[in-house]
C-alpha cells in the first residue's frame, strides 16, 4: 500500500497509517510530494513511524 504523507499534518498521517496496520496491510509505503521540507526523514521517523510503531495514533 503507498500512501502519500501529507507535510503539515503528522497526526492525521499517524491516524491513517493505524488504520491501514489494523486493516492487515503488511507493507505500507510512506511517499512525500516535492518540494520536500528540510529534515522530512527524521520527522516521518519521529512524528509518524515511531509513534505508530509503539501503539499511538
Do not use: K
Not at 41 to 48: A, M, N, P, S, V
Amino acid at each position: 500500500m503507498r500512501y502519500v504523507v501529507s507535510h503539515d499534518d503528522p497526526a492525521e498521517d499517524r491516524g491513517v497509517v493505524a488504520t491501514l496496520i489494523e486493516a492487515g496491510y503488511p507493507h505500507i509505503v510512506l511517499s512525500l510530494r516535492a518540494p520536500c521540507p528540510r529534515r522530512v526523514r527524521r520527522r516521518l521517523l519521529d512524528e509518524i513511524i515511531v509513534p505508530v510503531r509503539d501503539g499511538a495514533r
